[in-house]
């Protein structure tokens, strides 16, 4: 079985992460992913994961395209498949509003010219070629990475409508999707794409205790636009009506408590661990997907929850 592990960026020790790296090739993932939010920088977490590591693949997941410049987001993520050649993945997204604006006092406009732009950018500059170009959401006058990675990265889109899945298919390396059971997978236009599927998953044989900790978090995350949308497309508008008309009132509790548990159960893996890791590799074989491991639960079992639900067991 491979499947990847993101980390989530609010729970990692950094004073253990060398050793947390170690434990996660043991425990037979193929792959660690880092994103971006609010918690750590994704490219510092994976180069010391690199660093820790001989063999495991390091993939981003998702940078923001309006968080980092062009020219630094070719920098940053130029260095890092630079220092681990052939062991990297490139994914960016458009993140959303709150993020972008909110945290990061960029306007969010555009985002789906915004990251096919970005794509196309990093596509020439981590070539190694010079870049002098009028795109449509930004112009680049004469930039060229002086030391540009051996091996060009594959770059992956975060993709949640339908004008993103054409942009991954066509132009990208492969998809990253969040939210999606496997069935839903099955419906998508991924097309050939390589596709990524993040997968939040609860080793905890609670179920009460499990929908408690799920509802606040999906109720957040399923009221962002683009994946009310994407939840809408997939045929979830109807029951997930009451948290987004609760959400939109400013009543988050009401949001969170509203969350069927049927919709619980559709987009969170629990169980024990042996449970879940039996539907980990369920989830693939009926999806084609990768599983991009979230582990959840308490920020100080990190490391235990994690190999707990490995590919190798703990």
């Known amino acids: 079985m491979s499947w990847g592990i993101e980390l989530p960026d609010d729970a990692i020790d950094f004073e253990s992460l060398t050793e947390l790296g170690r434990d996660l090739e043991a425990a037979g993932y193929a792959s660690v992913w ?31 395209v309006y968080t980092r410049t ?16 052939g062991r990297v993945s490139i994914g960016i997204g458009a993140s959303s509003a709150f993020i972008v604006e909110r945290w990061n006092g960029v306007p969010f406009q555009r985002p789906y010219a915004r990251v096919r732009d970005t794509l196309r950018f990093l596509r020439t500059a981590l070539a190694g070629k010079k870049v002098s170009q009028e795109f449509e959401t930004f112009t680049i006058r004469g930039f060229r990475m002086r030391i540009p990675p051996q091996l060009t990265p594959p770059l992956l889109i975060g993709a949640t409508g339908p004008r993103m899945f054409e942009c991954a298919i066509q132009e990208a390396d492969g998809i990253i999707l969040n939210w999606c059971s496997a069935q839903d997978i099955a419906t998508l236009p991924t097309g050939a794409a390589q596709v990524y599927a993040l997968l939040n998953v609860y080793p905890n044989e609670d179920r009460d205790a499990v929908h408690a900790l799920a509802r606040p978090y999906l109720a957040q995350y399923l009221s962002v636009p683009a994946y009310a949308g994407q939840q809408r497309r997939l045929g979830r508008g109807e029951p997930l009506s009451e948290v987004w008309d609760a959400w939109d009132q400013g009543d988050y509790a009401a949001a969170g408590r509203a969350v069927p548990e049927d919709v619980i159960d559709e987009l969170i893996i629990h169980g024990s661990p042996a449970e879940c890791r039996e539907k980990i590799a369920e989830f693939a074989r009926v999806s084609g997907a990768t599983p991009l491991v979230i582990p959840k639960g308490d920020p100080e079992r990190l490391r235990e929850v994690a190999c707990s639900i490995g590919p190798d067991g703990a």
């Open 34 to 64: 880092s994103g971006e939010t609010s918690g750590c920088d994704a490219v510092a977490v994976l180069s010391i994961l690199g660093a820790a590591t001989s063999r495991i693949h390091l993939g981003t997941a998702v940078l923001p």
């Open 70 to 85: 062009p020219g630094m987001l070719a920098l940053s993520t130029g260095t890092l498949a630079m220092s681990f050649p």
